[in-house]
Structure formats: structure tokens, C-alpha cells
């Protein structure tokens, strides 16, 4: 028997008094797992007052995750049933959106950039940017971790990778974090954050052109310059989806790691002992507090049936990385850290064709800065007390405001 369940605003282990999304932003983890418990597919109301159907149990996510019928293209949300923010086609025309064929296309122009090879040809100049950080931060004896280090660090290097100019760069995290935590009370900020993004891609496209260089971004323009394999709105688009998701996924996944790794001395402990521990390290903190809680959403190409419940083609799907992720179903203990796990199969960086094409490059990007930090500092602590930390008002992206600490 296919049920549908009644929506999480009355029923399904949230409070009926609670404001669901406001309760999975306080407190997640214990929000997915009353998720959980009470069943696999939940029908909710989103912030934007549109429903959704929430998808919380491991095998389910996963599953969803990989069903060539949920769509990323926003052509298959039902009319009135998905209220998106409305990027202009320039920007709108990316990987996120697409679903193959031109997922297909567009993924293996990029994935040339994400090779091992690549990647480990990284590591040497990720090292000297770290290092350069913490140089800067020694001498003030404390700093804001994410302003000071979390944050610039990936901003380096994926400017790097796309060929930015280092004068160029200072607006970014701004931007980046204006559209990540968007305020409803001044959408116009949100405006201005795009406009102002579109306008630099632009302007840098055409410089690149004129005086192509060593770095991706001339080799994509190159790609739809002589081999007509991009549109320009899909050539801008990408520019600006690395560079969006290259920041944000990894300034998160290193600051909730420290955190993690500060509310567990013994676990911290570990890592000093034993540096070889570090990249699975990141593994784990992926999984355990990782940087999205919440896949891109998805639409139905036709009803189908997940963990036994029917959704209507067209609605909104949302796959609960972090609830798939602490499912003890599939983790022994998932609530407890533990930098010595050894099982393997988080989604924290997704499943499937749309599995985080930047994964590499992030989970490098980690490994060392926590190696360096915890060099440099032994000593390192946090500078206020733990309830004053805040994290992003954000049910899509997991991460802190900031990260005070003594070293």
C-alpha cells in the first residue's frame, strides 16, 4: 500500500508548534532524526511557502540521488510549484540546472580541470597559500578562522585555477555569501550581488580573450571560441558556478571541521599523533557535519514511488544529505565522531551523475589546511564560549559566521 504522508507542519515527529525549517536550522541533527524515525519521505512546507517532499533515510537519498527520472532542469517543476531565485540566463545556464544530454556535454568539458594528475599538482601551491595565511595570523596570538583562513584559502585557489587577477578578488566572498544567506527583508541586496557578478565575468571573459592565459577559463573560452562545444550563457555560467561552489563547499567543510575537532580533544588528539589519519579525517567530517545538507532540488519527470510513498510528477524533491548521513541504518554510532572510521559511502558530495565534480579539489583543499593548522598551532582553542557560535539562518548550506579561536 502507497501512502502520502500529512504534511511535517502537523505531524511526522516536528512539534506542530514549530516552524519546521527554523527547527532543522537550529538543531538538524536532531530534527532528521525524528525525521527519520517518524518515515522515509516527509511532504513539508519550504521557506518559500511552496511544498516540498523531504527525503531523510540513507538508502532512499541514495537511490534518489541516481534516478535518471529526478530532473535537475527547473523545465520539469509542475507551474506555480517551484519559486527558485531568478538568476538572468547568463548565469542560470549551469551544470545544477541541466540534465544530460548538456549535463553530459557540458560536465566532461570540465572534468578535464579535476583529474588526479591535476589535482595532486595542486597540492604545492594550496601548501604555500596555507602557509601564508597562518604566517599572517601567528603574530595577533587569535583570529577569526573563517575570515582569516577558511574562507580566503579557497578563494585562492579557485581564482587561481580560473585565472583571477588578485586584485580582482576582494568582492567575492561578499557576493558569494549574500546569494548563500540571502536576506528576505532586502532582496535588492541579492540583486545587486548578481548584477555585480555577471558584469565581472563578463568583463573577465572578454579580457581573456584579448590576452588568453594558463588557466581554465581560457581554455573554456577556447572550447567555445574554435570548437563551438559551449554556449556563451553556458561558458559564463560555468565560470560562475566553480567559482560559487569551489568557495562555498570548502570554506564550510573546514571550518565545521575544526569545530568538530575542538568539541573532540581526543578525536583532535588523533590527528596530532598521526597526520596519516588526516584524509580519511575529511572523510568523516564530511559526513558528519558536512557543507549541504540539502541536495539540489529535484522534479519528477513522471510519479514515482520513494521508500514506498508516491510523489506527484512535477513537485519539489529534496534529498537530506545530513539526515542520510547520521542514518544508523548505515553508520554504526553516526552521531559520534570518529576520525578512525573506516566505512566508506557518505553523500555528502552527492551520488550519481551530478556527484560534486570539485570533490578533489575540496577534499585537498581540507586536508591541507587542517594538516597545516594543526602544525602551527598546538595550542589552538576556542575564543568564546560555545554558545555564541552562529551558523548561516540556511536549511542549504551548513556552515559558521565565524570561528573565533586562540592559538
Same mark, same amino acid.
Given at each position: 500500500?502507497?501512502?502520502?504522508?500529512?504534511?511535517?507542519?502537523?505531524?511526522?515527529?516536528?512539534?506542530?508548534?514549530?516552524?519546521?525549517?527554523?527547527?532543522?536550522?537550529?538543531?538538524?541533527?536532531?530534527?532528521?532524526?525524528?525525521?527519520?524515525?517518524?518515515?522515509?519521505?516527509?511532504?513539508?512546507?519550504?521557506?518559500?511557502?511552496?511544498?516540498?517532499?523531504?527525503?531523510?533515510?540513507?538508502?532512499?537519498?541514495?537511490?534518489?540521488?541516481?534516478?535518471?527520472?529526478?530532473?535537475?532542469?527547473?523545465?520539469?517543476?509542475?507551474?506555480?510549484?517551484?519559486?527558485?531565485?531568478?538568476?538572468?540566463?547568463?548565469?542560470?545556464?549551469?551544470?545544477?540546472?541541466?540534465?544530460?544530454?548538456? $549535463?553530459?556535454?557540458?560536465?566532461?568539458?570540465? /572534468?578535464?580541470?579535476?583529474? =588526479?594528475?591535476?589535482? %595532486? &599538482? *595542486? +597540492? @604545492?601551491?594550496?601548501?604555500?597559500?596555507?602557509?601564508?595565511?597562518?604566517?599572517?595570523?601567528?603574530?595577533?596570538?587569535?583570529?577569526?578562522?573563517?575570515?582569516?583562513?577558511?574562507?580566503?584559502?579557497?578563494?585562492?585557489?579557485?581564482?587561481?585555477?580560473?585565472?583571477?587577477?588578485?586584485?580582482?578578488?576582494?568582492?567575492?566572498?561578499?557576493?558569494?555569501?549574500?546569494?548563500?544567506?540571502?536576506?528576505?527583508?532586502?532582496?535588492?541586496?541579492?540583486?545587486?550581488?548578481?548584477?555585480?557578478?555577471?558584469?565581472?565575468?563578463?568583463?573577465?571573459?572578454?579580457?581573456?580573450?584579448?590576452?588568453?592565459?594558463?588557466?581554465?577559463?581560457?581554455?573554456?573560452?577556447?572550447?567555445?571560441?574554435?570548437?563551438?562545444?559551449?554556449?556563451?550563457?553556458?561558458?559564463?555560467?560555468?565560470?560562475?558556478?566553480?567559482?560559487?561552489?569551489?568557495?562555498?563547499?570548502?570554506? $564550510?567543510?573546514?571550518?565545521?571541521?575544526?569545530? /568538530?575537532?575542538?568539541?573532540? =580533544?581526543?578525536?583532535? %588528539? &588523533? *590527528? +596530532? @599523533?598521526?597526520?596519516?589519519?588526516?584524509?580519511?579525517?575529511?572523510?568523516?567530517?564530511?559526513?558528519?557535519?558536512?557543507?549541504?545538507?540539502?541536495?539540489?532540488?529535484?522534479?519528477?519527470?513522471?510519479?514515482?514511488?520513494?521508500?514506498?510513498?508516491?510523489?506527484?510528477?512535477?513537485?519539489?524533491?529534496?534529498?537530506?544529505?545530513?539526515?542520510?548521513?547520521?542514518?544508523?541504518?548505515?553508520?554504526?554510532?553516526?552521531?559520534?565522531?570518529?576520525?578512525?572510521?573506516?566505512?566508506?559511502?557518505?553523500?555528502?558530495?552527492?551520488?550519481?551523475?551530478?556527484?560534486?565534480?570539485?570533490?578533489?579539489?575540496?577534499?585537498?583543499?581540507?586536508?591541507?589546511?587542517?594538516?597545516?593548522?594543526?602544525?602551527?598551532?598546538?595550542?589552538?582553542?576556542?575564543?568564546?564560549?560555545?554558545?555564541?557560535?552562529?551558523?548561516?539562518?540556511?536549511?542549504?548550506?551548513?556552515?559558521?559566521?565565524?570561528?573565533?579561536?586562540?592559538?
Amino acid at each position: 500500500m502507497v501512502t502520502t504522508p500529512d504534511p511535517i507542519s502537523t505531524t511526522q515527529g516536528i512539534p506542530p508548534e514549530s516552524d519546521p525549517a527554523a527547527t532543522l536550522i537550529a538543531d538538524p541533527y536532531t530534527g532528521y532524526a525524528r525525521l527519520r524515525a517518524a518515515g522515509p519521505v516527509h511532504r513539508m512546507t519550504g521557506p518559500d511557502g511552496l511544498p516540498v517532499w523531504l527525503v531523510t533515510r540513507y538508502a532512499d537519498v541514495r537511490q534518489a540521488l541516481a534516478d535518471p527520472r529526478l530532473a535537475l532542469d527547473k523545465q520539469h517543476a509542475a507551474p506555480g510549484n517551484y519559486r527558485g531565485f531568478a538568476l538572468p540566463p547568463a548565469l542560470d545556464a549551469n551544470l545544477l540546472n541541466m540534465d544530460p544530454p548538456d $549535463h553530459t556535454r557540458i560536465r566532461r568539458l570540465v /572534468a578535464q580541470a579535476f583529474t =588526479p594528475r591535476r589535482i %595532486a &599538482a *595542486l +597540492r @604545492a601551491p594550496i601548501e604555500r597559500t596555507a602557509e601564508g595565511l597562518l604566517d599572517a595570523m601567528a603574530p595577533h596570538g587569535r583570529a577569526d578562522l573563517i575570515t582569516a583562513y577558511a574562507a580566503p584559502l579557497p578563494i585562492t585557489v579557485i581564482c587561481d585555477l580560473l585565472g583571477v587577477p588578485a586584485e580582482d578578488r576582494h568582492d567575492f566572498r561578499a557576493w558569494t555569501d549574500t546569494l548563500i544567506t540571502p536576506d528576505p527583508a532586502r532582496p535588492q541586496d541579492a540583486r545587486a550581488a548578481v548584477a555585480a557578478m555577471l558584469a565581472f565575468f563578463t568583463a573577465l571573459i572578454d579580457r581573456k580573450r584579448a590576452e588568453p592565459g594558463d588557466d581554465l577559463l581560457s581554455d573554456l573560452i577556447a572550447v567555445r571560441d574554435a570548437e563551438d562545444r559551449l554556449s556563451e550563457d553556458e561558458l559564463t555560467s560555468l565560470a560562475f558556478l566553480i567559482l560559487f561552489a569551489g568557495y562555498e563547499n570548502t570554506v $564550510h567543510l573546514i571550518g565545521n571541521a575544526v569545530l /568538530a575537532l575542538l568539541r573532540h =580533544p581526543d578525536q583532535l %588528539a &588523533a *590527528l +596530532r @599523533a598521526d597526520e596519516s589519519l588526516v584524509p580519511a579525517a575529511v572523510e568523516e567530517f564530511a559526513r558528519y557535519d558536512g557543507p549541504a545538507p540539502l541536495a539540489i532540488r529535484r522534479f519528477p519527470r513522471e510519479d514515482v514511488v520513494i521508500g514506498g510513498v508516491t510523489v506527484p510528477a512535477g513537485e519539489t524533491v529534496l534529498c537530506a544529505l545530513a539526515s542520510a548521513n547520521r542514518d544508523p541504518e548505515q553508520f554504526a554510532e553516526p552521531d559520534r565522531l570518529d576520525v578512525h572510521r573506516r566505512e566508506s559511502g557518505h553523500l555528502a558530495l552527492g551520488h550519481g551523475i551530478h556527484y560534486c565534480l570539485g570533490a578533489p579539489l575540496a577534499r585537498l583543499e581540507t586536508s591541507v589546511a587542517l594538516t597545516a593548522l594543526l602544525r602551527r598551532f598546538p595550542a589552538l582553542a576556542l575564543d568564546v564560549p560555545e554558545s555564541q557560535l552562529r551558523h548561516r539562518p540556511s536549511l542549504r548550506a551548513r556552515g559558521l559566521l565565524e570561528l573565533p579561536v586562540r592559538f
